[in-house]
């Protein structure tokens, strides 16, 4: 069986060198070595574990797509590169034909959906790549499908904590507002409280050694009369529960791109559990 061919772009980035290693080790992968980058980083190539990749900045890539397709025939991109690429990315990838997992959150997500769509390749795009996670949201979604206005009055902190260079506000935290508000709560994304001091995370203690990697959530609910609590919590230390979610997603989409006239579909994390 042929290895499935990846591309891991957003290095020097912390999960994209988390992520580089963890394919070489995997027997049904080939990592192509190359990734895209941003536009500050001066390195042309970056190594991680042994494994020397060549660093691609943005006005660099429409060319060097060509060489990499030569070289390396079909391939999937994963993208945790930076919010404000999110968008200019995907088009990048439609332009050339290179279906993608979008693990990197922000952008305008509704114009990520747009790109897809009108294009001739297929994607995964997720605000979390953790599988337990999105099971999660696949609960609060059907909750606030069949359930709509269950906490109707009730009052909602959200509370997400991650290193500091993670630039946006937390996906998963969006989208978990959104459930809520399907559920009745009243509550805008922009309160959303981020907690990105280091000094301060210690205090709610998240070990030190994930200072630099992890990702705390917290919502709480209380009723109207202050009688009832309810809170969901999720506090990942460190990022290696998000690589096997990133390469289920991968496994997904290569199949999908294999079917007959697959285009411009966009897929969840929660089609990738399913495998619908």
Request: aromatic share 8%; net charge negative.
């Amino acid at each position: 069986m042929a290895l499935q061919k990846i591309m891991i772009n957003g290095l020097p980035g912390n999960v994209a060198r988390t992520l580089v290693p963890a394919v070489v080790s995997d027997e049904r992968f080939e990592l192509v070595n190359y990734s895209l980058t941003g536009p500050e980083i001066e390195e042309k190539a970056y190594t991680v574990d042994g494994n020397t990749i060549t660093l691609v900045r943005p006005h660099e890539r429409d060319q060097a797509v060509k060489a990499i397709v030569s070289e390396h025939g079909d391939f999937i991109s994963v993208d945790y590169t930076h919010p404000k690429a999110v968008n200019d990315n995907a088009v990048f990838y439609c332009k050339h034909g290179l279906p993608f997992v979008m693990g990197t959150t922000g952008g305008d997500r509704e114009a990520l959906g747009r790109t897809v769509e009108g294009s001739s390749i297929s994607a995964v795009i997720a605000p979390n790549m953790a599988k337990q996670i999105v099971g999660l949201q696949a609960m609060m979604a059907y909750a606030a499908e069949y359930f709509p206005g269950l906490f109707s009055g009730y009052s909602l902190e959200v509370r997400e904590s991650h290193q500091a260079s993670k630039a946006d506000t937390s996906g998963t935290a969006k989208a978990m507002v959104h459930y809520f508000n399907q559920l009745g709560v009243s509550f805008s994304q922009s309160d959303i409280i981020r907690v990105r001091d280091p000094e301060e995370q210690k205090t709610m203690g998240i070990p030190e050694e994930h200072i630099n990697g992890h990702g705390w959530h917290t919502y709480t609910l209380v009723s109207p009369d202050k009688n009832a609590t309810f809170r969901i919590v999720h506090n990942i230390n460190g990022r290696d529960i998000y690589t096997q979610g990133t390469f289920d997603a991968v496994m997904f989409l290569a199949e999908k791109t294999a079917a007959a006239n697959e285009t411009g579909k966009v897929y969840s994390m929660i089609d990738v559990l399913r495998g619908a």
